[in-house]
């Protein structure tokens, strides 16, 4: 009997093993995530009806579905949720729009990046809800200065991120085209921007989260509707179950938008 008659079962079997072992740690892993959803979940009701803690104040899981339902019925819900989303997609293709274009101006030019380097750094260190009130007098009371607010909340962190991984190219493919006769142009086509496309998917993961926070700090000073202006009138009314409704909604829709982008960089990675 040869020696690889011998090995293929033991390999095959070992990869069903391994494969078996793989899915049974994801079961788990889904398993406990709906446990603690629903222990979260089962104790705030418990401790609402129990009277352990005010419902009025803290609302409830039923007080929620209840809002929900009428809300979803009279289509206000869905009104509120398609500023936002709408709010916050744009903000995020500005982003990615002039965070890129930016960082190609700046690798391009070298003393400009270092000239404005430490503006960058102050810029993206600066809380941006100093911002908002600034810009509330600058642009007015619309939705131009939400979007204004969900654009800054990402843009120098990604202008940063994406400018050093611009320079932090190798150098041996920079070499190369340089040898072969290329130009600055063919570098950054050919070579920095094909080997940044991780870089600014990686990017793209975190602004969405950045550009729906900016988008929610924006409607709470400046906006008629979306779910930052719900948050802000169910709190000034006391309507409390309107303020948690957003708040979970929010998560959820931070939540699809993440997996979405995660999906995408999956599909790249696949291909690439």
Known sequence: MSESTILYPVSNTSREEFLAKKKRQKQFITGMRLFILIFILGGWEIAARCHLID?????????????????????????????????????????????TFISMLLWWCHSAADILEP??????????????????????????????CGVTMAIFSTIINLYTAFIHI?????????????????????????????????????????????????EFLAANAGLGYLIIYGSQVFRLDYVMLSIIILCILAMILYQLLAFVEKRYHAKH
């Open 170 to 218: 190798d150098s041996d493919k920079l070499l190369l085209i340089k040898t072969l006769g290329g130009t600055r142009k063919d570098i950054l086509r050919y070579i920095v921007l094909p080997a940044s496309i991780s870089a600014i998917v990686s990017n793209l993961k975190v602004n969405i989260g950045l550009c729906l926070v900016g988008v929610i700090i924006g």
């Open 55 to 99: 419902d009025f104040i803290f609302s409830s899981p039923t007080r929620i579905l209840k809002v929900m339902v009428q809300m979803a019925a009279d289509k206000s819900l869905f009104y509120h949720i398609g500023i936002t989303i709408g709010e916050t997609l744009i903000s995020f293709i500005l982003v990615l729009i002039l965070g």
């Open 119 to 148: 503006y960058l750094v102050v810029l993206n260190s600066l809380p941006k809800t100093a911002l908002a009130p600034i810009l509330i007098v600058w642009l007015g009371n619309n939705m131009k200065t939400i979007i204004v």
